[in-house]
C-alpha cells in the first residue's frame, strides 16, 4: 500500500545502508485496538490545544485509546511524563519534543522498551537519535523553509529595506532553531534588511510582549519585528500599540502558525503575513501508525505542506485558523 496523507507529501525515503534499511525502530504491533501515549509539552496557547484535540478526535476512528499528558512548558516534566507512559505500557507513544536534546533520552528508553515512536510537530537532534533507527519518523513542516517564507513576505511589503527585530521560540526547539536558520539566511541577502536584535520569548504571548517593549526601546529604530509564532506577534502589536505606535505601519510584522487572531489582524492590516504550521497532526500520526503496522517501508520524514495567510486570503479562509 501507498501513502496517501492529506496535505502532506513523504520528503525522504527511509535511510539506508547498501540495501539494507536501517530500520530497526520498533515497529507498531497488529492490534484491534492500541492504548496511545501522547505526551504534550504544554497547553497554554491555540495551537497546542488544535494539536491535543486532534489527537482526541482521531481516538475513536483509529482504535486508539489515547492516555495524554502536559508538561507544562518543561522538558523535564516532559521526559517525566514519557517515562511514566512507557511504565503504563503502551502501544505507541506520540509526542512534540519540547527541545531536541533532552528529550533523546525519553525516545531511547522508548526504543529500550520495545515502544515504538512517532514524533510530531518538533523533531529531536539527529546526531543523537535518528529516525527509522531510533524512532518511526517524524510528521512536520519544513522550519528552516518557514522562515525563509516570513523573510520573503517581510521583505517584499518592505521594498527590500528594513532594520529587524527577531522574537525567537522556545531555545533549543527544533521549530525556533529553524524558523531563525531560515529567516536569516534569506534576509542577509537584502543588502537593506538587517537584524539588530534576536531574542527568545519562548513562543508565549506575554513574553513576547515584553521582550518587544524592551527590544523596541533599545531599537528605536526598528521597523519590523519577525516573530517565531502568531503569539509572539500578538503580544507584540500589543506591545506596539501601548508604545504608540501603529502596527503595520511605523512597525511592520510577520510570524507563523496561521492562528485565528493572526489571520484577524492581517485584515486589520496589522500584520503583513503568517506562514501556516499546522497543528493537526492526530489523522497523519494514525496513517503512519497504521501503516508501520501493515509492514510498510516508513519514510524518515512525512513532510507537511504549508500555505502563507496574507491579506489576499486571509478572510477567505479565515475558518481555517484555529
Ligand atoms: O512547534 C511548533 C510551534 O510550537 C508553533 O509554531 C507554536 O505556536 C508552538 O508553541
Redesign the pocket.
Known amino acids: 500500500m501507498r501513502f496517501h496523507l492529506t496535505k502532506i507529501a513523504i520528503a525522504l525515503s527511509a535511510v539506508t545502508i547498501g540495501t539494507a534499511a536501517l530500520a530497526d525502530a520498533p515497529a507498531v504491533p497488529k492490534k484491534s485496538s492500541y492504548k496511545v501515549g501522547f505526551a504534550q509539552?504544554?497547553s497554554n496557547?491555540p495551537?497546542?490545544l488544535a494539536?491535543s484535540k486532534s489527537f482526541q478526535d482521531i481516538a475513536a476512528k483509529c482504535n486508539w485509546q489515547v492516555i495524554s499528558t502536559d508538561a507544562g512548558g518543561s522538558a523535564a516534566k516532559q521526559v517525566a511524563d514519557i517515562d511514566s507512559l512507557i511504565a503504563q505500557k503502551v502501544d505507541l507513544l506520540v509526542f512534540?519534543p519540547r527541545e531536541d536534546k533532552p528529550l533523546v533520552p525519553a525516545v531511547m528508553k522508548a526504543k529500550k522498551a520495545g515502544i515504538p515512536v512517532i514524533l510530531v510537530?518538533?523533531d529531536v537532534d539527529h546526531a543523537l537519535a535518528k529516525p527509522t533507527q531510533d524512532y518511526i519518523t517524524f510528521i512536520?513542516?519544513d522550519?528552516v523553509d518557514q522562515g525563509r517564507r516570513a523573510a520573503q513576505a517581510l521583505a517584499k511589503a518592505m521594498g527590500s529595506k528594513g532594520t529587524i527585530i527577531e522574537l525567537e521560540?522556545?531555545t533549543g526547539?527544533?521549530?525556533a532553531t529553524d524558523?531563525k536558520k531560515g529567516f536569516d539566511a534569506e534576509i542577509a541577502k537584502y543588502p537593506g534588511m538587517k537584524i539588530v536584535a534576536s531574542q527568545s520569548g519562548d513562543?508565549n504571548r506575554d513574553k513576547g510582549r515584553q521582550l518587544a517593549q524592551t527590544l523596541m526601546q533599545a531599537h528605536p529604530d526598528a521597523n519590523a519585528i519577525y516573530a517565531?509564532?502568531?503569539?509572539m506577534a500578538i503580544g507584540a502589536i500589543t506591545a506596539i500599540e501601548a508604545a504608540g505606535k501603529k502596527a503595520g505601519k511605523d512597525i511592520m510584522l510577520v510570524s507563523?502558525?496561521g492562528?485565528r487572531n493572526a489571520l484577524e489582524a492581517i485584515v486589520a492590516g496589522k500584520l503583513i503575513a503568517t506562514v501556516q504550521?499546522s497543528?493537526y497532526f492526530g489523522p497523519a500520526a494514525c496513517k503512519v501508525a497504521q501503516a508501520s503496522a501493515n509492514g510498510e517501508k516508513i519514510p524518515a520524514w512525512v513532510k507537511v505542506e504549508d500555505k502563507i495567510y496574507d491579506i489576499t486570503n486571509a478572510a477567505k479562509d479565515m475558518d481555517e485558523g484555529f
Open positions: 509539552t504544554e496557547n495551537w497546542r494539536e512534540p510537530d518538533r512536520g513542516s522550519f521560540g522556545s526547539a527544533s521549530a524558523r513562543f517565531h509564532n502568531d503569539e507563523i502558525d492562528q504550521s497543528p
